[in-house]
Protein backbone atom coordinates (compact mmCIF):
# COMPACT_ATOMS: atom_id res chain seq x y z
CA UNK A 1 0.00 0.00 0.00
CA UNK A 2 1.18 3.14 -0.96
CA UNK A 3 1.09 6.21 1.82
CA UNK A 4 0.51 9.76 0.94
CA UNK A 5 3.31 11.79 1.38
CA UNK A 6 1.87 13.73 3.96
CA UNK A 7 0.86 10.69 6.00
CA UNK A 8 2.97 8.57 8.67
CA UNK A 9 2.40 4.77 9.20
CA UNK A 10 -0.51 4.30 12.15
CA UNK A 11 -1.07 8.36 12.62
CA UNK A 12 -4.18 9.62 12.31
CA UNK A 13 -2.67 13.49 12.27
CA UNK A 14 -0.67 14.66 8.68
CA UNK A 15 3.21 14.75 9.13
CA UNK A 16 3.21 18.27 9.26
CA UNK A 17 1.13 18.67 12.25
CA UNK A 18 3.03 16.13 14.04
CA UNK A 19 6.06 18.42 13.00
CA UNK A 20 4.97 21.19 14.06
CA UNK A 21 4.59 19.48 17.26
CA UNK A 22 8.07 17.92 17.64
CA UNK A 23 9.47 21.75 16.85
CA UNK A 24 7.78 22.77 20.01
CA UNK A 25 8.77 20.26 21.74
CA UNK A 26 12.10 20.45 20.45
CA UNK A 27 12.69 24.25 21.53
CA UNK A 28 11.32 23.19 25.05
CA UNK A 29 7.26 23.36 24.80
CA UNK A 30 5.59 20.65 27.25
CA UNK A 31 3.30 18.01 25.73
CA UNK A 32 -0.11 19.42 27.43
CA UNK A 33 0.53 23.30 26.08
CA UNK A 34 1.86 21.87 22.51
CA UNK A 35 -2.08 19.51 21.93
CA UNK A 36 -3.54 23.34 23.54
CA UNK A 37 -1.87 25.06 20.48
CA UNK A 38 -2.66 22.40 17.54
CA UNK A 39 -5.80 21.31 18.95
CA UNK A 40 -4.64 17.96 19.76
CA UNK A 41 -5.23 15.33 21.80
CA UNK A 42 -2.20 15.36 25.41
CA UNK A 43 -2.11 11.76 24.97
CA UNK A 44 -1.34 11.86 21.18
CA UNK A 45 1.25 14.67 21.22
CA UNK A 46 2.46 13.09 24.16
CA UNK A 47 2.92 9.87 21.63
CA UNK A 48 4.56 11.50 19.38
CA UNK A 49 7.47 13.36 21.49
CA UNK A 50 8.48 10.01 23.14
CA UNK A 51 8.47 8.55 20.02
CA UNK A 52 10.77 11.25 18.13
CA UNK A 53 12.95 11.22 21.62
CA UNK A 54 13.40 7.69 21.24
CA UNK A 55 14.50 7.65 17.49
CA UNK A 56 16.00 11.29 17.57
CA UNK A 57 19.66 9.76 17.06
CA UNK A 58 18.98 7.27 14.71
CA UNK A 59 17.18 10.17 12.57
CA UNK A 60 19.76 12.33 13.53
CA UNK A 61 22.47 9.92 11.90
CA UNK A 62 20.21 9.06 8.85
CA UNK A 63 19.36 12.61 7.89
CA UNK A 64 23.24 13.50 8.19
CA UNK A 65 23.83 10.77 5.78
CA UNK A 66 21.22 12.28 3.57
CA UNK A 67 22.22 15.62 3.93
CA UNK A 68 26.24 14.19 3.00
CA UNK A 69 24.59 12.67 -0.09
CA UNK A 70 22.33 15.36 -1.50
CA UNK A 71 24.63 18.30 -1.26
CA UNK A 72 28.18 18.43 -2.37
CA UNK A 73 29.45 21.21 0.42
CA UNK A 74 27.05 20.60 3.23
CA UNK A 75 26.38 22.54 5.91
CA UNK A 76 25.69 20.50 8.79
CA UNK A 77 24.11 21.88 12.09
CA UNK A 78 26.50 22.25 14.92
CA UNK A 79 25.39 19.76 18.18
CA UNK A 80 23.44 21.22 20.78
CA UNK A 81 20.22 21.96 22.51
CA UNK A 82 19.50 17.68 22.95
CA UNK A 83 18.99 15.23 20.95
CA UNK A 84 15.39 15.78 19.82
CA UNK A 85 16.56 19.53 18.95
CA UNK A 86 19.87 17.85 17.12
CA UNK A 87 17.69 15.74 15.21
CA UNK A 88 14.91 18.10 14.12
CA UNK A 89 17.93 20.61 13.26
CA UNK A 90 19.86 18.17 10.66
CA UNK A 91 15.93 17.00 9.14
CA UNK A 92 15.52 20.67 8.06
CA UNK A 93 19.09 20.83 6.39
CA UNK A 94 18.40 17.66 4.73
CA UNK A 95 15.22 18.89 3.39
CA UNK A 96 16.76 22.33 2.66
CA UNK A 97 19.44 20.61 0.97
CA UNK A 98 17.10 18.80 -1.38
CA UNK A 99 15.31 20.99 -2.26
CA UNK A 100 18.08 22.96 -3.82
CA UNK A 101 19.17 20.02 -5.84
CA UNK A 102 15.90 19.06 -7.17
CA UNK A 103 14.26 21.96 -7.13
CA UNK A 104 10.37 22.15 -8.83
CA UNK A 105 10.07 18.74 -8.02
CA UNK A 106 10.29 18.36 -4.41
CA UNK A 107 9.93 22.27 -3.37
CA UNK A 108 6.43 22.17 -3.01
CA UNK A 109 6.71 19.73 0.24
CA UNK A 110 7.22 20.92 3.09
CA UNK A 111 10.12 19.75 5.45
CA UNK A 112 7.72 17.11 7.03
CA UNK A 113 6.14 15.68 4.13
CA UNK A 114 9.90 15.39 2.83
CA UNK A 115 11.14 13.74 5.89
CA UNK A 116 7.84 11.35 5.43
CA UNK A 117 8.58 10.05 1.88
CA UNK A 118 12.01 9.67 2.59
CA UNK A 119 11.66 7.32 5.77
CA UNK A 120 8.47 5.66 3.62
CA UNK A 121 6.21 7.00 6.41
CA UNK A 122 7.91 5.46 9.34
CA UNK A 123 9.39 8.87 10.86
CA UNK A 124 7.85 7.58 13.80
CA UNK A 125 7.60 3.80 13.56
CA UNK A 126 9.37 2.24 16.23
CA UNK A 127 12.24 0.84 13.46
CA UNK A 128 13.20 1.33 10.03
CA UNK A 129 15.87 2.86 7.72
CA UNK A 130 15.60 6.95 7.31
CA UNK A 131 16.48 6.40 3.47
CA UNK A 132 13.38 5.03 1.57
CA UNK A 133 14.55 2.09 -0.67
CA UNK A 134 11.13 3.01 -3.75
CA UNK A 135 13.01 3.03 -6.62
CA UNK A 136 10.76 5.28 -8.00
CA UNK A 137 12.16 8.02 -5.35
CA UNK A 138 13.33 11.20 -6.89
CA UNK A 139 15.80 11.37 -3.94
Known amino acids: MLLPVNALV ?6 VVIGAGVVLAAVGWGHRRIAARLDRP ?7 VRR ?3 RAQVLRLGFTE ?3 AVDPDPVVPD ?4 ALAEAVAVLVAAA ?3 VR ?6 SGLSVWELAAAVTSGGLLSPTGSVVSIN ?3 PW
Open 10 to 15: RRADEA
Open 42 to 48: AGTVRGW
Open 52 to 54: MRE
Open 66 to 68: LLV
Open 79 to 82: PGGG
Open 96 to 98: LAT
Open 101 to 106: RWGAAV
Open 135 to 137: TSC
